[in-house]
């Protein structure tokens, strides 16, 4: 079974607005990672943020982890059309070295 | 180009057929997986080895195999072809499990 879980499954925003996607795990975790895919393209690493840490930002991205209720988001400031593309987080844990996907969320960007 | 490069890049197989999908990395990385993903599925990991020699199962391990001969080379082994197994492969590697992954730009594969 998936270790994330993304939310929601797919957003539509205008140009310019703010994105906000959620991940949330099941199991303790030693990091998070957020990814970006393009339509038919391989996944492009955005940001990691590990376990002790509770926010991090680049660029126009800020993500947020909450170890307390096993969640994280990914907000995008003042999107583009290029940001319109497929984003998934991914869990490592503890316990071993699997890297965990979540399904992913659809981000499109509305001119 | 530094990076992870996948062959090939479409397949078409037929069912109970054998073959190989190529993974090499020039970046040195110890970590090397395995992912497939499917609509609505997301990525799931496969196999995934931390370093030479060693490897171990992932999610759904079933009708593949892998091997870890040397850092560079990660190849995946379809034993014998199924239509569950049309999916797009994708080979990712880091330096460690906790670092960010680069993603080779993925294997179409097709079973009839």
């Known amino acids: 079974s998936q270790q994330g879980e993304e939310d929601p499954q797919a957003l539509s925003i205008q140009e310019g607005e703010n994105a906000t996607m959620n991940c949330s795990y099941k199991t303790s975790i030693n990091n998070l990672q957020w990814y970006r895919q393009n339509s038919g393209r391989g996944l492009v690493h955005l940001i990691l943020?590990?376990?002790?840490?509770r926010e991090k930002h680049s660029g126009r991205l800020r993500v947020t982890l909450d170890t307390s209720k096993k969640s994280s988001s990914l907000l995008i400031t003042a999107s583009r059309a290029a940001d319109t593309a497929s984003y998934f987080c991914?869990?490592?844990?503890?316990?071993?070295?699997?890297?965990?996907f979540g399904k992913g969320t659809r981000l499109h960007i509305l001119p | 180009n530094a990076g992870v490069t996948q062959t090939p890049k479409f397949q078409v197989l037929k069912t109970g057929q054998s073959m190989t999908l190529q993974c090499a990395q020039d970046m040195n990385h110890e970590y090397m997986s395995w992912y497939r993903q499917d609509p609505g599925m997301g990525l799931r990991l496969i196999h995934y080895s931390v370093g030479a020699g060693i490897t171990d199962q992932g999610e759904v391990p079933n009708g593949y195999n892998v091997s870890r001969s040397t850092t560079e080379d990660f190849p995946l082994r379809l034993l014998s072809a199924a239509p569950s197994q049309t999916s797009v492969y994708f080979c990712?590697?880091?330096?460690?499990?906790?670092?960010?992954?680069?993603f080779g730009s993925g294997t179409r594969l097709t079973v009839v």
């Open positions: 990712a590697s880091s330096w460690e499990p906790g670092a960010g992954y680069t």
């Open positions: 991914a869990t490592g844990t503890n316990r071993d070295d699997k890297i965990i």
């Open positions: 943020i590990r376990s002790n840490e």
